[in-house]
């Protein structure tokens, strides 16, 4: 339902859209629009109150759903019932969280690996586009409760290295929202956007290479982006999904316990002691992020830092986003001094001696004056502002993690997408039938680098049927690859003498971790050398098969018209290659391949040449 208003100067019927901007965080969650008056992006948030949602989801014992602030202190009271960072879940396998398992402290249910996760709550089974849908619609709520208009569409941003699996999710989760997603922009690129960088589409604007520096309460991002005429391009991310302000709590935690004489017991049997304790810890962190010393008191403890020894103890963490960012720049083919500006998200980058070391990394004074929590959401409002129309149209493009391509004859990956592409794109080509009358035609759709789609993962099958009966090689069918603009691939395949025709949108099965998407480039290229050699086998048998195949056909056709001879040693040829494509040699097999070629090729011509002048006789000229 779209709010209808008059425009009093024209006297017309106008419809207001109110398309918002949602940061869908793994610790917190906002949402953000331009302000019709001044035109900047503001977090929305209610009078007195903070514009941050916790992700943070309470299911009482009714199954009634309670998200945000009010649902934290569940998490110590019922953390059975009570869920966080779901947004860990989105598109993954049990398989792909089984190693961090024991960070969840709500049950996921690990009796089929392979297919989505469920969190099961009482008798009730969550998935985690379920529990992302009521976050998203406690914004959307919250967000119409301000505005006082239904909210109905929505940009929603996701990290950069989210794949197609975890962005269809994502979508999805808006869907059940009640939200129309217009568009999922990636989180770096969207903060780019708040600070007003690629906002400039000027045809002579200078080319820009950004960091985006992201550390949050639980993951860190750091993502290279490249900006120019207002196209923005992902060059590479890189990160560490277990690292960020909890973290930095921890080390206050440690150090006190260690100051106080507190064993791991005590706090083991007093949750309630423990939970006081990361209370105070994140106080003191905070406070300290503008102040020299933090002292209090607790019980009968006395809980004290200061700044330096809070520096000291973080440092090492601090580190480890450096060692991430020197192979983001790697990735990228770049160095620091390539970079333009380096932009700060994510509530820890408050820390002087986060923005310190990161400026002093990249050579430069960082980028830190939008508030790091809402720069997000705010980034996602403009981009919302411009597909409403309100700003100039600006393309945000996106790269594809790994290569995109179709199974063809001996189980070979055909590529159609390389790796590395910009999406929006497409890409086609065409097949033909190995066989007379085939009707169908199994299309095997994978995601790899490896040369055989047995080591590359499967993303889909589509059946192309009802194809006209045709010899073998006539029907032409032309396979397409479509990514939009949030990643999502649609594949299609048509039969062009026909039209016949089929299509399908890819929302594989379980998502890839980026520890995936980084082994299989990995062993894409530990096994370079050993797949080309299989690639070429694989071609040579291929070609042999074929061969064998029309040699077949025509003798069949035509073996009235050979000589006993030209029989035998056609048949011996045959043998010989067929025995050949058993073994593992390539060369064995060309050299059969050319043999029985060199044979049949006299008898082929001669045969043809027949049929020829038997066609032209009594024919005048
Ligand atoms: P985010 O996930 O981006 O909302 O980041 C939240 C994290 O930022 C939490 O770990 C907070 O404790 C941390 N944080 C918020 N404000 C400060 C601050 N002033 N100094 C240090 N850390 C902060």
């Keep these: 339902m779209a709010r209808i208003s008059i425009n009093l100067s024209t006297g017309s019927l106008q419809k207001e859209e109110m398309i918002v901007g949602i940061d869908l965080g793994t610790t917190n969650s906002l949402v953000s629009i331009i302000h019709p008056d001044t035109k900047q992006p503001i977090a929305l948030k209610e009078h007195n109150s903070s514009s941050i949602v916790p992700s943070i989801i309470y299911f009482d014992e009714n199954n009634n759903v309670i998200v945000g602030e009010e649902a934290r202190k569940f998490l110590e009271l019922k953390p059975e019932r009570t869920i966080f960072s779901a947004k860990r879940l989105m598109g993954k396998s049990y398989r792909d969280i089984k190693e961090n398992a024991d960070f969840f402290s709500y049950k996921i249910i690990d009796d089929d690996t392979e297919s989505l996760v469920k969190v099961q709550i009482g008798n009730v089974f969550y998935s985690p586009i379920e529990l992302s849908s009521f976050i998203l619609k406690e914004l959307k709520n919250r967000a119409e409760h301000i505005l006082k208009t239904p909210v109905n569409k929505a940009v929603i941003t996701v990290p950069a290295y989210f794949n197609d699996a975890q962005r269809q999710a994502t979508r999805d989760a808006g869907k059940l929202a009640g939200l129309d997603v217009l568009r999922i922009v990636n989180e770096p690129t969207a903060a780019s956007l708040a600070y007003g960088i690629g906002l400039n589409t000027n045809a002579e604007s200078t080319p820009q290479t950004i960091a985006v520096y992201d550390l949050g309460g639980g993951t860190f991002d750091i993502s290279i982006l490249r900006i120019i005429n207002g196209i923005v391009d992902v060059l590479s991310t890189n990160g560490d999904t277990y690292l960020g302000g909890d973290d930095f709590d921890k080390v206050i935690i440690d150090f006190w316990k260690r100051e106080n004489n507190i064993s791991d017991d005590t706090l083991h049997q007093d949750k309630s002691l423990y939970q006081s304790i990361r209370l105070k810890a994140e106080e003191a962190k905070k406070y300290l992020s503008s102040n020299e010393s933090f002292e209090t008191n607790l019980n009968s403890f006395q809980l004290r830092i200061s700044k330096n020894e809070f520096d000291q103890l973080i ?36 820390i002087p001696l986060v923005k310190n070391r990161i400026g002093e990394f990249f050579n430069q004074i960082v980028n830190d004056s939008v508030n790091p929590d809402e720069v997000v959401a705010l980034g996602a409002a403009i981009q919302a502002d411009i597909l409403a129309g309100n700003n100039k149209e600006l393309l945000l493009l996106d790269i594809t993690p790994l290569s995109l391509g179709i199974e063809t004859a001996g189980g070979l990956m055909d590529v159609l997408i390389p790796r590395n592409s910009k999406v929006p794109t497409k890409a086609s080509r065409q097949y033909t039938t190995q066989v007379d009358g085939q009707s169908g035609m199994r299309i095997s759709v994978f995601q790899g680098e490896r040369d055989l789609v047995n080591d590359n993962r499967k993303l889909a099958t589509l ?109 011996n040829a045959m043998q010989a290659l067929q025995l050949s ?28 040449d027949e049929a020829i002048s038997n066609a032209m006789k009594g024919k005048q000229i």
């Design 315 to 350: 440092e090492p963490l601090i580190e480890r986003t450096i060692t991430c960012s020197k192979n983001a720049l790697k990735d990228a083919k770049l160095t620091q001094n390539d970079i333009t500006t380096v932009v700060m998200v994510g509530g820890s980058t408050r």
């Design 463 to 571: 059946n192309l049927t009802n194809i006209p009966g045709m010899p073998a090689g006539m029907p032409k069918v032309e396979v397409s690859f479509l990514i939009n603009a949030d990643g999502i691939l649609t594949v299609a395949a048509k039969e062009l003498r026909s039209g016949v025709e089929q299509q399908i949108e890819i929302k594989p099965q379980y998502g890839l971790t980026d520890e995936t998407v980084e082994k299989m480039l990995m062993d894409s290229i530990h096994h370079a050398k050993d797949d080309i050699a299989l690639r070429a086998l694989t071609e040579a048998r291929t070609e042999g098969e074929q061969l064998l195949k029309t040699t077949e056909k025509f003798l069949q056709k035509n073996s009235g018209a050979l000589s006993k001879v030209e029989l035998l040693d056609t048949a």
């Design 581 to 608: 494509i058993t073994m593992d040699d390539k060369n064995l097999i060309q050299q059969k391949i050319e043999a029985l070629n060199d044979l049949s090729r006299p008898y082929a011509e001669r045969i043809m």
